[in-house]
Nanobody, 124 residues
Framework: QVKLVESGGGLVQAGGSLSLSCSIS????????MGWFRQAPGKEREFVAAISFTGDSTFYADSVKGRFTISRTYANYTLHLQMNSLQPEDKAVYFC?????????????????WGQGTQVTVSS
């Protein structure tokens, strides 16, 4: 059984930084394509960033490109999201997700496993 657990959310002032982590259990990390999604109140869940099965390729939403960095640590089966220059519009619940197959990393419905989410709040 695959289990994803996010951590690292919190409250930060605009312009600040936060680092999210997602621990994965079930199979080895290179079995999955991985992604981060977020959902703001009253809005649909949206793609934030993803990293390929091999870790060679990364993908970002235009809204976070240049500010957020996704990475994965194979040794301890952890996915990371470094978020810099945070803005109030980045406030959302952030979800870690994993996929067994396919190359469409930005598509929410392609992901098979989800964490419970972690809240990120950015004050202006």
């Amino acid at each position: 059984q695959v289990k994803l657990v996010e951590s690292g959310g919190g409250l930060v002032q605009a312009g600040g930084s936060l680092s999210l982590s997602c621990s994965i259990s079930g199979r080895t990390l290179d079995s999955y394509g991985m992604g981060w999604f977020r959902q703001a109140p009253g809005k649909e869940r949206e793609f934030v960033a993803a990293i390929s099965f091999t870790g060679d390729s990364t993908f970002y939403a235009d809204s976070v490109k240049g500010r957020f960095t996704i990475s994965r640590t194979y040794a301890n089966y952890t996915l990371h999201l470094q978020m810099n220059s945070l803005q109030p519009e980045d406030k959302a619940v952030y979800f870690c997700a994993a996929k067994d197959y396919g190359m469409r990393y930005t598509v929410l419905l392609e992901y098979d496993y989800w964490g419970q989410g972690t809240q990120v709040t950015v004050s202006s």
